[in-house]
């Protein structure tokens, strides 16, 4: 899975006009064998919508949660691709392949013998937490300026070094050699079938990932979620649910016109200067701000109205 925001904006006849563009979400419940783009195609035609982009990419084997930022809300779409994602995922023991997931090379593990329940339990602490891990050969992940990818399609496949990531939750859901239920929660960057290679390997059979469905992200989660031939205008939503757990600032109904003017306001007594944060006005996220003048006073640096 690749966490890469990705922005389209083609506006071909007979699309929307840039100002009647709605400022939004949309939930997708990606299927299987669909690329995220291809998705995000599907939605286009459907909502005759050029300005769409999606956050987070989610790989063909993969479904769930995609989330499509509509109009304004793509100057958020790097905050939105950040947040916390949760994923159910199956592990096949006993074999690797080259793509760390069932859609590359296979090879069994020859003698592999299947590890007990106890052995797995006892194995998953280190997987717990913030963990150093390698992304896989087939990601988008960058090295001296080249995809992984891509390099690997040709033949000359390269590694990154390994990254810091966090999984704040992992848990074992079932077991029935060969294959392996895990519930996962992790930060924005962690490869779920990285997670499946290592663990397959510490366990010292070796693994890929199998399946994998994305139940949320951030608070956005698959109860809200359409198939992309089911997607209409009335499921693009507020950016607001995604943006709840970040510094907000409660700006007076009365100062609205300044804050879209960029004028300078004054921050409230013992605010915190940080970044992000956002301004609200009456339950609606007006825009992103920049604190100014030692943090004494804030403006506009992002317009999403």
């Excluded at 304004?72 to 939105?80: G, N, W, Y």
């Excluded at 496949?157 to 939750?169: F, I, K, N, Q, S």
């Excluded at 950016?239 to 409230?268: C, K, W, Y």
Aim: net charge neutral.
């Amino acid at each position: 899975m690749s966490q890469d925001p990705q922005t389209f904006d083609t506006q071909p006849s007979g699309q929307t006009q840039a100002e009647d563009i709605p400022r939004g979400l949309i939930v997708i419940n990606k299927p299987q064998g669909l690329t995220s783009r291809k998705a995000l195609n599907i939605v286009e035609r459907r909502l005759q919508i050029g300005a769409l982009g999606h956050c987070g990419s989610l790989d063909p084997l993969a479904t769930g949660v995609l989330i499509l930022v509509v109009g304004k809300a793509r100057k958020v779409q790097d905050l939105i691709v950040r947040g916390e994602k949760v994923y159910d995922m199956t592990i096949t023991l006993g074999a690797r392949s080259d793509t760390d997931d069932a859609e590359g090379a296979i090879v069994p593990s020859v003698g592999a013998v299947p590890p007990t329940l106890e052995q797995i339990e006892a194995n998953l602490p280190e997987f717990r937490g913030e963990i150093m891990q390698v992304p896989p050969t087939y990601s988008a992940v960058k090295v001296d300026g080249r995809r992984m990818h891509r390099e690997a399609r040709k033949g000359n496949p390269v590694e990154a070094a390994p990254r810091p990531v966090t999984v704040l939750e992992l848990r074992l859901d079932r077991y029935e050699w060969p294959e392996l239920d895990l519930h996962l929660r992790c930060t924005s960057g962690t490869y779920a079938r990285g997670i499946a290679r290592d663990l397959g390997n510490r366990l010292g059979v070796g693994g890929y990932m199998s399946r994998l469905v994305r139940t949320q992200v951030g608070p956005l989660d698959l109860s809200t979620a359409v198939l992309p031939e089911e997607a209409e205008l009335s499921h693009v939503i507020g950016i607001e649910p995604a943006l709840a757990d970040l510094p907000r600032l409660n700006v007076p109904l009365h100062q609205r016109n300044r804050l879209v003017r960029g004028q300078t306001l004054r921050t409230p007594p013992g605010f915190p200067v940080c970044d992000p944060c956002f301004a609200w006005v009456d339950g609606e996220v007006v825009a992103s701000v920049a604190f100014v003048e030692g943090g004494s006073h804030f403006r506009t640096k992002k317009l999403l109205v």
